[in-house]
Nanobody
């Protein structure tokens, strides 16, 4: 099992930026995929981005392509989600997730480990 702790959420104006962090611990992470999902009130959990820990290959959801960047620092066992050009519709609780799965996996139920979530609020 992997423990994940997110940080970096907050309140930002439209057009601004935030960087979320996710620190992983508990197991060797090299064979994992780390993903970011988000969930707004009354809506389904939405895939945001994922990265294959070994090699760093990435994939993005259509709504964030060109604005968000997922990355990782293997030495720190930390993943990041850099969010630029934020819009009010990006407002949600953002979750970090991990699993021994293909990095192209966008279905949230396939991820085995989850963080507690961090709130991101974008004001207009």
């Amino acid at each position: 099992q992997v423990q994940l702790v997110e940080s970096g959420g907050g309140l930002v104006q439209a057009g601004g930026s935030l960087r979320l962090s996710c620190v992983a611990s508990g197991r060797t992470f090299t064979t994992y995929t780390m993903g970011w999902f988000r969930q707004a009130p009354g809506q389904e959990r939405e895939f945001v981005a994922a990265i294959r820990w070994s090699g760093g290959t990435t994939i993005y959801g259509d709504s964030v392509k060109g604005r968000f960047t997922i990355s990782r620092d293997s030495a720190k066992n930390t993943g990041y989600l850099q969010m630029n050009s934020l819009k009010p519709e990006d407002t949600a609780v953002y979750y970090c997730a991990a699993g021994r799965i293909l990095f192209q996996q966008t279905e949230w139920s396939k991820y085995s480990d989850w963080g507690q979530g961090t709130q991101v609020t974008v004001s207009s």
